[in-house]
């Protein structure tokens, strides 16, 4: 079987670097905010080309806090796209504001900007774009509205680290991000840990005590803060993991570019790169086919795993039942024909032929 992500082909590659990090860490014998995640905070501050950098528990967390940080809540509304994981609006839900969900382009699979203003009222604080699978989305129209209605814009770039819009990093495209590295991510840690890039110092102060109690100071609350802090075992094997980034990204970029450049089956509508090759970091490579349930199992017969990201949109969730009778059509088509193909830094070069060569043999 070829597996969808070989996590622990993955990390073996830096098995030494990981347990010399671990030692450090034990011998130190300062376990939490320590040296190691200061370190890994200047390091990704200066991959994504922020001033700040702070590290939290994980990607959800990221994005609660920056939406905590700028006092978005009750009565608020921040604009999502109904088309991501639901990480991203379960954080709007947490500050007690409102989602509003906008429909993506069926091409991309990302926010489309054309159908943002129409949903801006006198309630809306902020712009949350998701880079989902990896794709930045197309940030100049979205721009153009936050400078018009004076709104924050906030990176969801759980799938997105080392993405390049336009000559710049993803995590460097509007007011703040969240980055997750769960171990799945393109930068993944041996468990939950995540990230908050902003070049905003004011929200930066705010966010490094929110994440630590609302604390600056120990035994000083300036907050009703939380406990969520980047783990310092995991920031040694991040910095180790960040060293390999853009080449890894670099050869999921060749397997898509084989994919895209080779797969040709009218039954298989590949994904579509805009605004250049370095726009996409591939954390999936997502085909859309009208008979999935078959499509996945001719995969199966041909011993290749294949995932789907994702089965259920957000608003069909029981999570969100208060939303069972709205209507995103090209969302629900979008989450009823992807399927997820193999893609990885680890991923053979003939496993990559030998998939595509499955694919066009599909009927
Ligand atoms: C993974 C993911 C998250 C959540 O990150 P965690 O670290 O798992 O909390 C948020 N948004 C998107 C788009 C994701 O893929």
């Given at each position: 079987m070829i597996p969808f992500l070989d996590l622990k082909k993955i990390n073996l590659r830096h098995e030494e670097a990981i347990l010399n990090g671990m030692k450090d860490v034990l011998h130190s014998g300062w376990y939490v905010l320590g040296q190691e995640v200061k370190k890994f905070?200047?390091?990704?501050a200066n991959f994504t080309e922020n001033k700040y950098c702070l590290g939290v528990a994980n990607g959800l967390d990221a994005l609660e806090l920056i939406i905590r940080g700028y006092d978005i809540g009750i009565g608020d509304e921040v604009i999502v796209p109904s088309n991501t994981y639901i990480a991203s609006i379960l954080a709007v839900s947490a500050n007690g504001a409102t989602p509003i969900l906008v429909e993506p382009n069926i091409l991309t699979y990302n926010i489309d900007p054309a159908k943002i203003e129409e949903k801006i009222t006198s309630n809306t604080k902020a712009i949350m774009v998701v880079h989902l699978y990896g794709q930045a989305c197309n940030?100049?129209?979205?721009?153009?509205?936050?400078?018009k209605y004076n709104l924050k814009i906030i990176e969801d770039c759980a799938q997105s680290h080392g993405a390049i819009y336009k000559g710049k990093m993803s995590g460097n495209l509007g007011d703040a991000a969240a980055f997750s590295f769960y171990p799945g991510k393109n930068l993944g840690a041996l468990g939950d840990a995540g990230a908050i890039t902003t070049n905003d110092e004011e929200l930066y102060k705010k966010l490094?005590?929110?994440?630590?109690?609302?604390?600056?100071k120990k035994y000083e609350n300036l907050y009703k803060g939380y406990n969520s802090r980047l783990d310092e075992l995991q920031a040694p094997i991040l910095c180790e993991k960040l060293r390999y980034l853009n080449?890894?990204?670099?050869?999921?970029?060749?397997?898509?570019?084989?994919?895209?450049?080779?797969i040709s089956n009218e039954n298989?509508?590949?994904?579509?790169?805009?605004?250049?090759?370095?726009?996409?970091?591939?954390?999936?490579?997502?085909?859309?086919v009208t008979d999935r349930e078959r499509f996945m199992q001719f995969?199966?017969?041909?011993?290749?795993?294949?995932?789907?990201?994702?089965?259920?949109?957000?608003?069909?969730q029981e999570a969100y039942k208060e939303w069972e009778n709205?209507?995103?059509?090209?969302s629900e088509q979008i989450h009823s024909q992807v399927v997820s193909i193999p893609i990885s830094p680890v991923l053979e070069m003939s496993d990559v032929v030998y998939i595509t060569e499955a694919i066009n043999d599909y009927r």
């Open positions: 905070e200047t390091d990704f940030m100049d129209p979205i721009r153009y509205l936050a400078q490094f005590a929110l994440r630590n109690y609302g604390s600056n080449a890894d990204n670099k050869y999921r970029r060749d397997i898509a570019n084989y994919y895209l450049d080779n298989v509508i590949l994904p579509v790169v805009e605004n250049g090759s370095e726009s996409h970091v591939w954390h999936v490579f997502v085909v859309r995969m199966n017969d041909k011993r290749i795993q294949t995932l789907i990201h994702y089965p259920i949109p957000p608003h069909k709205m209507s995103f059509p090209i």
